[in-house]
């Protein structure tokens, strides 16, 4: 199902470039959260919002920023991509109870 | 279970068989856990949850056993069938931290036919 909606699904661009991520959900949940994904290693949080005027950062935030526009709306920044942001990012969203959380498909990130 | 590298333990059974896929969890604290199945090209699907109050919990052909004397989690898998191959991983919500999940590496389960 398309609840969690990330976009776009894959992105080929330069060192020094500004990318943007972007995660949209229908679910009504309160919590949303960006996770990055690199072979051989499990899922690391970089930020997570509980609300609109709730901003936190996670383990690996340092070269990103997000902003949450509305509920339903997430968006990841890398300001000056560098190689090592190659991986790849998922949005995902949970209610206030916080459990379990619901992932979008993810974007393919590349930074050459 | 946990890797170390770029190379996932890889679990392969024959269709019809019954799969079990294991996780040993970090903090004894932890009081939430969770298994997620990702497929090729998409992102982590919820498969089952279970709270550290509970020894066990069954869903539709899965069940979740938590053993915290020695900090381990296992997913049982009734019948694989094909459609089951992927990465399984666990995640465990440590106390005082929110809602922040720590996630495993992960198991690729192969169904052989």
């Known amino acids: 199902d398309a609840d969690v909606t990330q976009t776009p699904r894959n992105r080929i661009t330069k060192t020094g470039k500004r990318i943007m991520l972007e995660c949209s959900q229908t679910?009504?949940?309160?919590?949303m959260y960006w996770y990055r994904q690199d072979p051989g290693l499990g899922l690391r949080l970089i930020y997570y919002?509980?609300?609109?005027?709730?901003?936190n950062k996670g383990e690996i935030s340092d070269g990103y920023s997000v902003s949450r526009q509305a509920q339903a709306k997430f968006s990841l920044s890398l300001e000056s991509a560098i190689p090592n942001q190659t991986a790849l990012y998922f949005c995902?969203?949970?209610?206030?109870?916080?459990?379990?959380?619901?992932f979008g498909d993810g974007t393919r990130l590349s930074i050459l | 279970g946990e890797s170390v590298g770029l190379h996932l333990p890889t679990l392969s059974v024959q269709e019809g068989d019954n799969s079990i896929i294991n996780c040993a969890y970090s903090?004894?604290?932890?009081?939430?856990f969770i298994w997620y199945k990702q497929e090729s090209g998409k992102g982590p699907q919820f498969i089952i949850d279970?709270?550290?109050?509970?020894d066990k919990r069954q869903g539709q052909r899965v069940t979740v056993l938590l053993n915290k004397t020695v900090k381990h989690l296992s997913l049982q898998i009734a019948a694989t069938q094909p459609g089951d191959s992927a990465v399984y991983f666990c995640?465990?919500?440590?106390?005082?931290?929110?809602?922040?999940?720590?996630f495993g590496t992960g198991t690729q389960l192969k169904v052989e036919l």
């Open positions: 679910k009504g949940h309160d919590r």
């Open positions: 919002s509980f609300d609109v005027k709730d901003i």
């Open positions: 995640a465990e919500k440590k106390p005082g931290g929110g809602n922040k999940l720590t």
């Open positions: 995902a969203t949970s209610d206030f109870g916080g459990e379990p959380q619901h």
């Open positions: 903090n004894s604290a932890s009081d939430y």
């Open positions: 279970i709270r550290s109050n509970m």
